[in-house]
């Protein structure tokens, strides 16, 4: 008899998170890039919606191959850790790129932005906006790459631990319909 004690939730959402952290950097480059080709930043939104459908086949996953981690809390604490530690290794490649690549990235963003506003039909009623956003880059005060990332890494957590409270009940009720016809031991 075979008695291996099972890998913690911890330990399956870092393996995990390792496959939603590239993702997620996926998304994060789509938008830097965005820059320099206006047509990367439309493929942002089906990638962001893309985002639970990943997480509930990690879920689901999770349920079939560990009976001990079949009860919502767990699952909720499993899509907390891989949104946890996916978000570690897009920040970590947010801000390589934003460092080492392009450090001007947010004065030629904020720069880029203000001559679009500028030129548009409305431009008259943004002239104060577009003046501070001129000002911000002349003086600098715009948000550093290592401010950006862990605001980013900050909200790609919550709204990781938002989505898996929501989905943890919802993979368990279908899951449980599906995959457990010999397990009953819920």
Known sequence: MNT????????????????????????????????YRMEVS?????????VPAVLWFMMVRLYIKEPLYRINSALWMFGIC??????LICGGVTLAYLYFVEPTFFSKYATMTADFISSGPLASQYESEVELLRN???RNQLPTSADFVISMMWTTVFMGSVTSMIMAPLVRLVAKKRFNGNNENQ
Not at 42 to 50: H, R
Not at 82 to 87: A, E, I, K, P, T
């Open 136 to 138: 911000a880059v002349e």
């Open 82 to 87: 891989v949104f946890f530690f996916g978000s």
């Open 4 to 35: 291996t004690k099972p890998k913690s939730i911890y330990r399956y959402g870092a393996e995990y998170g390792l496959y939603m952290g590239l993702f997620l950097a996926v998304i994060s480059l789509c938008f830097v890039f965005s820059l």
């Open 42 to 50: 439309i493929a942002i939104y089906p990638l962001l919606l893309i």
